[in-house]
Structure formats: structure tokens, C-alpha cells
């Protein structure tokens, strides 16, 4: 089966509702400008939360193919958190997708991975899919146990998931060391991991539901490097940072295959 490819863009602390509105607006344009076939891959945004309903509106208003979602979720459903959003509240604002386990809120807000998996599951309960995010400091890196800790966190930060969870959970592979550095991982870097994250899935699963688990990579994704990781074996698709901040790069982004 082949995995239809997730462009994603992370806005994250990043333009407000106005601006957010105008930028979706500019990408929609942009993509609709080059004829963008959306069969060929999907396009989502993740916008800040005071954005989100502005963004339903465009997106429904102007019956736009970009799906978007949240960066982040609480693990609750509702009641005495001050400052959390309910999943609940994201999936009636019409979202799609929500980040997990962000590397930003494992460091920032000491995100464990036993709370990103209930997390994960608090996206399942609110018909959310998760992106769930793992990836490696540099130090882990220049060790060369990368693989084994990705892994270990893919482990922990899906305990309790179903097979039939799994089979629509997107993981973003994304070393610490490329997010916001300019230092991209090379393709075969992002392919190592994205396929070693693909046989962690069929052994704790099955071969059918890591055949369709996509894995994305993210990590100072520009125009550029996107055609190569995106032809990797494995890699199912990109999560950008910056670059999804410019409407005419996140589209070349998006339009990876054009000839
Ligand atoms: O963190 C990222 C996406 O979630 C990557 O950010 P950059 O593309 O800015 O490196």
C-alpha cells in the first residue's frame, strides 16, 4: 500500500489569528496558483490555539483542502487546569491532527514520555490523530545511540495503544540537533530512523499496521532538501518548522514532486 504523503508546517509561536489567516490564505492561493494536486499529499497546519477558530473559518468558508490541528493537548478531558485545551475543544474547532511530545515541550515543559502517552490517548478519545514527535539530542547523536533512544521514547510515549490506534498514529522523527539550526539531517540519516521506527511498530504490532504507520521527518526541512528525504523509503512526509512560515517555500515544500 502506498502511505499518502504529510506536509505538515509547525507554526509554533507564531503569527497571530490575523496573520495566521493571511498566511493560510497566501498558501492556498500559492498552491491553487501551481495547479497542486492534492491526491499527491496531504497539506496541514498546526497554528497557534488563539488562531485555530479563524482558521476553521477560512478553511470551511473557502472549502480549503488544508487540514490543520494543534500543537499540543491536554491529557484531560476538562476541569480545574488552568491554561490546558481540551482535545474536546480542538476537535470541535474542526482539527484533524494534534502534535504529541513536541521535543520544545519535553525540554520547555519537561513533557515525560508516560504523559505524552496520555496524551496520545487523549487525542484517540477526542477523535484527534496524534503526530507524535521523537528524536535525539546531539550528544545521543555524536554517541551513536540515536536509534535506541528514538525507540525507547516511540515505546514509552505509546504504551496502551491499540493495534487499531496504531494504524493511523503518525510519528515525526525529529533530532534535536536540526530543529531550528539550519542543520538538516541527511536523507539517510531521516531513513534510518524512519524505517527503524517502522520495524519497532511491526514488533510491537504487526506488519499490516506498520506497513501504514506514516513517519515524517522534521528537522530545518526547506524547498530544497525536501525531495530527497520525501524520496527516502520510509519517510512518509515532512514536519516544518520556519519554513512553513513562508507561504511560497511551504508550498515548493508541498509541490516536492513537481517536475
Ligand atoms: O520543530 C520543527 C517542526 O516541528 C522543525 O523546525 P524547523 O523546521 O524550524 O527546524
Known sequence: MTRKPLIAGNWKMNMDHAEGVSLLQKLAWTLDDANFNYDNAEV?????????????????????????G????????????????????????????????????????GETDAICADKVQAAYRHGLTPVLCVGEGLEIREAG????????????SIEGLSSEQAETLVVAYEPVWAIGTGKVATSADAQEMSAAIRAEIEKLYSADVAEKVRVLYG????????????????????LVGGASLDAEEFANIARFDSK
Do not use: C, M, W
Open 145 to 156: 545511540t540515536h536509534v535506541d533512544f528514538t525507540l525507547e521514547q516511540l515505546r514509552g
Open 44 to 68: 496541514a497546519v498546526f497554528p497557534p490555539f488563539t488562531d485555530i477558530r479563524s482558521v476553521q473559518t477560512l478553511v470551511e468558508g473557502d472549502k480549503l483542502n488544508i487540514v490543520y
Open 70 to 109: 494543534g500543537q499540543d493537548l491536554s491529557d484531560k478531558d476538562s476541569g480545574a487546569y488552568t491554561g490546558d485545551i481540551s482535545g474536546a475543544f480542538l476537535n470541535k474547532l474542526g482539527a484533524t491532527y494534534v502534535l504529541v511530545g513536541h521535543s520544545e515541550r519535553r525540554t520547555i515543559h
Open 219 to 238: 528537522g530545518s526541512v526547506k524547498a530544497a532538501s525536501a525531495p530527497e528525504i520525501l524520496g527516502e523509503a520510509d519517510v512518509d512526509g515532512v
